[in-house]
C-alpha cells in the first residue's frame, strides 16, 4: 500500500462529482464521513483533498506536528514535491503561525490559507488550501474551517490503529522505555471554558520515568506527575503502573489519598526498590479549590498577576512512593482557594537542575520567568510550555534527565464565579 493508493469508492450508486461551492459544505463534510469508513492512512489526504475541490478550493495538504512541536510534517499524499516532504519549521513558517497561534492565516495575496488542525484545544497539525482565485471569501474560510476540523478528528480518531499516522510525527526512532509510557499518556492538553491543563515531557525519545495524567470529572480537573528513580524500563513500567493505580482508583470513585496509598502499594508489592515522587492534585473549576499531596516532589508554583506568589504552595513535603508507608495511611491533603486567571506549574526536577556547558542551572526562577513572560505576550498555556522546552534544550544542549511540566490555567467565566 503506497501514498498513491486511490480516494476508496463511496456507498453503491454514490455520484462521482458534487457541485462545488461553499453552499454545498453540508452534502460534502458527509461524503467525507462517508468515505473515511473505509479509507486508510494513506488515503486521507486524498479524501480531503477531493472534498476540498468539490467545494472550490483548488488544493489541500495536510501537515501534523512532530512530536516535539519543532516541524510541521506532510501526511503521506500524491503530488508532495521534495521540498513539501521536508515540512516546515513551527517557528519559522507562515505554517507555524497558524499552528502556533490557532488562527487562520493567509498569505498576502491571498492564494495560499493555513487552517489550524485542533482537536478540543489540543494542536495537531495545519491544513494548507489554495484559493482557485485571488484570495479565499468568507464562504470560502468557512469550508476551509470546516474540512480542517473534520480532517483533525479523522487523523486523531484513525492515529489509534495506523501505525502510518503515528510515524509522520517522529523524526526519529523511540526507546522501549519512551514507547511504553506514551502509550499511557492523555493528549498533552485538554480544557473546558473555565479551566487549562498543558502538559510536556523531554526527551521526548528517550523518556524514562516521567509521566503525567490530567482529565475532567463532573467539574474537577484531576492532575498526576509523576518521577520514577532511574531512566530504564523499570522507571517507564513503574510510571505505567502508577498512571493505572491512579486512574481504577480515580474511575472507582477514590480520592487523592485513596490514589496515593494505591500507588505506594502497587509499587512496594509488584516493583520493589523502584522509588517514585509525585504531586496528586485536583483543581475545582468552579470554585477554584486546588487541593494536593505532595510525596518527595518539587512544590508547584502559583503565578498570579505576572509573578510567582512565594511560597504559596510550598508545604512540608511527604516521604516518595515506593516506601509502602503511605498504606493504608496516606498523607493530609494540602488546599488553597486559587484566583481567577492563576495558573499552577507542576515539574519534574529535570527542569530545574538542567544545567548548560558552562554548569549554570536552569533553575526555578528562570523557569516562572520564562513561562511568565510567554503567556504575558499573548502565548497560549501550550505555546508557552512549546517555547520553554525550546529555552530549557537549548541551555543544556540535549537533556540528561527526564522533565515534565504540567501548566494548568484557572480561567472561569464571570457566570460561574
Known amino acids: 500500500m503506497t501514498a498513491e493508493e486511490p480516494v476508496p469508492a463511496g456507498p453503491e450508486g454514490a455520484p462521482d462529482t458534487v457541485p462545488a461551492g461553499p453552499e454545498d459544505l453540508g452534502p460534502v463534510l458527509a461524503w467525507v464521513l462517508e468515505r473515511s469508513h473505509g479509507a486508510s492512512a494513506l488515503q486521507l489526504a486524498g479524501v480531503i483533498g477531493e472534498a476540498a475541490r468539490r467545494l472550490g478550493i483548488s488544493r489541500t495538504r495536510l501537515y501534523l506536528a512532530d512530536l516535539q512541536q519543532q516541524r510541521l510534517l506532510p501526511l503521506p499524499q500524491p503530488g508532495l514535491t521534495g521540498e513539501e516532504?521536508?515540512?516546515?519549521?513551527?517557528?519559522?513558517?507562515?505554517?507555524g503561525l497558524a499552528y502556533r497561534t490557532q488562527?487562520?492565516?493567509?498569505?498576502?495575496?491571498?492564494?495560499?490559507?493555513?487552517?489550524?488542525?485542533?482537536?478540543?484545544?489540543?494542536?495537531?497539525?495545519?491544513?494548507?488550501?489554495?484559493?482557485?482565485?485571488p484570495g479565499p471569501g468568507p464562504g470560502l474560510l468557512?469550508?476551509?474551517?470546516?474540512?480542517?476540523?473534520?480532517?483533525?478528528?479523522?487523523?486523531?480518531?484513525?492515529s489509534t490503529h495506523h501505525d502510518r499516522l503515528v510515524q509522520v510525527q517522529r523524526v526519529r526512532p523511540m526507546t522501549l522505555q519512551a514507547e511504553l509510557l506514551w502509550a499511557f499518556l492523555p493528549p498533552r492538553t485538554i480544557g473546558t471554558g473555565a479551566a487549562t491543563s498543558s502538559a510536556v515531557l523531554e526527551p521526548a525519545y528517550d523518556i524514562g520515568g516521567d509521566a503525567f495524567d490530567h482529565c475532567f470529572i463532573d467539574?474537577?480537573?484531576?492532575?498526576?506527575?509523576?518521577?520514577?528513580?532511574?531512566?530504564?524500563?523499570?522507571?517507564?513500567?513503574?510510571?505505567?503502573?502508577?498512571?493505572?493505580a491512579c486512574r481504577s482508583t480515580r474511575r472507582s470513585g477514590?480520592?487523592?489519598?485513596?490514589?496515593?496509598?494505591?500507588?505506594?502499594r502497587t509499587l512496594a508489592k509488584w516493583i520493589p526498590d523502584r522509588l517514585m515522587t509525585a504531586v496528586i492534585a485536583e483543581l475545582d473549576t468552579l470554585q477554584g479549590d486546588f487541593t494536593w499531596i505532595n510525596c518527595g516532589h518539587p512544590p508547584p508554583l502559583l503565578i498570579r498577576d505576572g509573578h510567582v506568589v512565594q511560597n504559596a504552595l510550598e508545604r512540608p513535603a511527604h516521604l516518595p512512593l515506593g516506601f509502602g508507608f503511605h498504606s493504608p495511611d496516606a498523607p493530609a491533603q494540602e488546599h488553597v482557594r486559587l484566583q481567577p486567571g492563576d495558573r499552577v506549574l507542576i515539574y519534574s526536577d529535570g527542569i530545574t537542575e538542567a544545567r548548560s556547558p558552562e554548569g549554570?542551572?536552569?533553575g526555578e526562577e528562570r523557569l516562572a520567568d520564562t513561562v511568565i513572560r510567554s503567556t504575558a505576550s499573548g502565548d497560549s498555556a501550550p505555546e508557552?510550555?512549546?517555547?520553554?522546552?525550546?529555552?530549557?534544550?537549548?541551555?543544556?544542549?540535549?537533556?540528561?534527565?527526564?522533565a515534565t511540566i504540567l501548566l494548568v490555567e484557572w480561567h472561569p467565566s464571570p457566570r460561574a464565579q
Open 85 to 95: 516532504r521536508a515540512g516546515l519549521d513551527v517557528d519559522g513558517s507562515l505554517a
Open 219 to 244: 467539574g474537577v480537573l484531576h492532575l498526576t506527575l509523576v518521577d520514577a528513580m532511574g531512566h530504564d524500563l523499570a522507571s517507564g513500567g513503574a510510571s505505567g503502573a502508577a498512571l493505572a
Open 384 to 402: 508557552a510550555l512549546r517555547r520553554l522546552v525550546r529555552t530549557l534544550l537549548t541551555h543544556q544542549h540535549g537533556l540528561r534527565d527526564d
Open 360 to 362: 549554570d542551572l536552569f
Open 142 to 158: 468557512e469550508a476551509g474551517r470546516a474540512l480542517a476540523s473534520l480532517a483533525t478528528l479523522l487523523v486523531v480518531s484513525e
Open 103 to 133: 488562527k487562520v492565516q493567509s498569505t498576502r495575496g491571498g492564494d495560499t490559507t493555513w487552517f489550524p488542525m485542533v482537536d478540543g484545544i489540543e494542536r495537531i497539525g495545519v491544513m494548507q488550501a489554495l484559493a482557485p482565485g
Open 254 to 264: 477514590g480520592d487523592l489519598r485513596d490514589i496515593v496509598s494505591t500507588i505506594d
